[in-house]
């Protein structure tokens, strides 16, 4: 079950090189502020897609009409996002306040133990996060859905628990993976062009800059985006997997 | 019933129906913008020459005689001030306006035809203001001045805080009523205004303006971000010149960004009565 999500999903980012291109462009703005949430409301959309899709099923790429909507849904998912991370974050100060009237062993036992049940709230609440949007999705962006806790909790139940931890971590390997695998390829070439350039007599500084540059647009412009799509349509296929 | 986002979405749109009436608001924003940077230039000017008259004299400020001070520059300064209050007013107006057009369902902008009804609505909105932050400000000026000690302080700056946040909330609704009537008696009748937030769902209206409010913040902080990297480029490349370009900055800013945000803002507000009377 868990192979097929993602047997889907890289196809499915891969169906338009287009789209992944203006991802980029956009990724290359984001330090306007404002592009950043587009990016996120676009993969608001294409979790839309995937939570009213099927899996293998010849769902399209979600366009780029509307963009004050996606704007809108990219403020949304923000928030929730916010909303969730806000309560490990509160947890977490609780317990170094607690803490810092502490002294010696007791201190940095009640720390060691705050950060661990911290870790675990952050696990949790990024699972009930990603859920929380796939929820909302489902139910026509509705709000209150993103933070209707028991319903999302049954969700995860129906899923299983067990399933939602094992796909979040494989989509984080296979991230990291495919990331790592471009970069090393892409400099791998490049030393081969610098260390035959450099026996050749030429200057390889330049080829190394070229390869240096080449990879962070590859990686803003394919790479980047293609993972972010990979994500959500995952995490939107996950949702679908219900019972 | 139409989603929060659909109200919102709706309204990020609506200043685009017509460019020409966004660019005509954004004039007296600019004014004002433009107003207000050359105020704070000349209240520093003033601050320096005081600070200087100050320390070259014996006596202490409040000792000095009147003439003594930047007189010409004061004047200025407050005659600035009350031409601002003056635009505001038309801003204010031009903004009850846009209720009203939001609550009729117009697709268009309203047009700048009828100056002095935009001026008489622009007071009755100022008043209406005014009126719901009265017992907020009260509490919290009896707090400052009855109260020395400053745990108690805390707390009542507190109480004013959540009273200035209840009576913003019921404002909005409060300026919705008026405009929907069109009289400024519907403004105070709490039953009616309670009534329609009631109708809505107390979680949904609050929600909604929130999310409106944030969804502002955003565009602002953003804007402004970009305007003042802008900004910095220019002041780099064109040393001395650091008030012109701030001026410039400044009307840029009024003409589109703060325009567009009260146009959405007070769209957003008309709809959410729309919606609290279906």
Known sequence: MILDIYKDALEYSAKDWKTLVILGVICLFSFLLLPVFLLTGYNYRVINTAVHGVINGRDPMPGFDDIIRMFVDGVKVVIVQIAYMLVPFIVFIIFAVIAGQLSGIASSALMIIGCIITFALIVVACLMDQMGICHMAYNDGAFTKAFAISEIKEVIDEIGWFNCIATYLGLIIITIVIATVVTAIIYGIFTVFGISGAILGADPSGIFVLGVLINSLVTMFIVGPYLSIFNARSIGLLYTMQI | ?278
């Open chain 2, 1 to 278: 019933m139409a989603s929060i986002t659909d109200c919102v979405v709706e309204g990020l749109k609506y200043p685009f129906n017509d460019i020409k009436k966004l660019l005509g608001c954004g004039v007296l924003f600019a004014l004002i913008s433009a107003i207000s940077v050359f105020m704070s230039m000349k209240s520093f000017e003033i601050f320096r020459t005081t600070v200087h008259l100050v320390e070259n004299s014996t006596q202490s400020l409040s000792q000095m005689p009147f003439s003594q001070l930047p007189t010409g520059d004061i004047y200025l300064v407050v005659a600035l001030g009350i031409i601002s209050f003056i635009i505001s007013l038309f801003i204010l107006g031009y903004q009850y306006d846009i209720v009203k057009f939001s609550i009729e369902k117009k697709a268009e902008l309203p047009g700048f035809s009828d100056i002095l009804g935009m001026f008489v609505k622009g007071i009755k909105y100022f008043l209406v203001v005014v009126a719901y932050n009265i017992i907020p400000s009260i509490v919290l000026i009896c707090g400052v001045v009855l109260v020395g000690d400053s745990s108690a302080l805390l707390i009542i700056s507190m109480i004013a805080a959540v009273l200035f946040i209840i009576a913003y909330f019921l404002l909005v609704m409060a300026l919705n009523n008026m405009v929907a009537h069109d009289s400024l008696k519907k403004a105070f009748d709490f039953n009616e205004i309670i009534a329609n937030i009631s109708n809505l769902g107390w979680g949904k209206y609050i929600g909604i303006i929130i999310f409106t409010i944030i969804v502002y913040m955003i565009i602002m902080v953003a804007v402004s971000f970009i305007l003042s990297l802008i900004t910095g480029v220019f002041i780099a490349t064109i040393s001395n010149q650091a008030l012109a370009v701030s001026f410039f900055v400044a009307i840029i800013e009024g003409l589109f960004v703060d325009s567009y945000g009260a146009i959405f803002y007070n769209r957003v507000c008309g709809s959410i009565y729309m919606e609290s009377i279906k």
